[in-house]
């Protein structure tokens, strides 16, 4: 059973353009929503996290919102660059953070010059 | 600063063959983790160390042992090698629970 749900599976984008991806999750026990970005034949690398009392967190070109009723967070890419093309995986956890990671299934970002 | 350091990184076995993935980290982190990274599938856990000298099962641990050797390494082996086990690993590590994790480059293993 598939507790966090990613979409898309892949995305293209044209550079300077919004790149938008989604994730739901079910488990309400949830309360740390890490996104991670994975260059090809690297490990994943945390690029920014949001816990549920606050509805958006900005860092850069890059922004979480998080809708708790909606048991929904996405993750906004502005200005989007071609250095940006990656995969990218939601993820959450409990007890703000201090269990381990259930991750989405990831989303593949090509951003064309 | 190593970080987080997998061995090897990549590995070809026969079906029934085992081996063992080494993992370890150089930043007194006392969380470790193991998790396989399949196409379509994201990563899923398959064992974690909160602490030395403790491990637990993850989403998916069958066919899988680990060992926390000490703080610094946590391996993984597979006793009896499946095709079903092909499959990118990845060792990581946190400082408490699973905050920020840290990982290392993965280890690619093909069994034929």
């Known amino acids: 059973q598939q507790q966090v749900k990613q979409s898309p599976q892949s995305l293209i984008v044209q550079k300077g353009g919004i790149s938008i991806i989604n994730c739901a999750y079910e488990?309400?026990?949830?309360?740390?929503f890490p996104w991670y970005q994975q260059f090809p034949g690297k490990g994943p690398a945390l690029l920014i996290a949001i816990r549920p009392d606050v509805s958006e967190k900005k860092e850069g070109r890059f922004t979480i919102s998080f809708n708790k009723s909606a048991k929904q967070f996405s993750l906004h890419i502005m200005d989007s660059q071609p250095g940006d093309s990656a995969t990218y995986f939601c993820?959450?956890?409990?007890?703000?953070?201090?269990?381990?990671?259930?991750f989405g299934s990831g989303t593949r970002l090509q951003v064309q010059p | 600063n190593a970080g987080v350091t997998q061995t090897p990184k990549f590995q070809v076995l026969k079906t029934g063959q085992s081996m063992t993935l080494q993992c370890a980290q150089d930043m007194n982190h006392n969380s470790m983790y193991w998790y396989r990274q399949d196409p379509g599938m994201g990563l899923r856990l398959i064992y974690y160390?909160?602490?030395?000298?403790?491990?637990d099962k993850g989403e998916v641990p069958n066919g899988y042992n680990v060992s926390r050797l000490n703080k610094r390494e946590f391996s993984l082996r597979l006793e009896s090698a499946a095709p079903s086990q092909t499959s990118v690993y990845f060792c990581?590590?946190?400082?408490?629970?699973?905050?920020?994790?840290?990982f290392g480059e993965g280890s690619r293993l093909t069994v034929l």
């Open positions: 993820a959450a956890s409990r007890d703000t953070g201090r269990r381990a990671l259930t």
């Open positions: 160390s909160a602490s030395e000298g403790t491990t």
């Open positions: 488990n309400t026990a949830f309360d740390y």
């Open positions: 990581a590590s946190t400082t408490q629970g699973a905050g920020e994790l840290f």
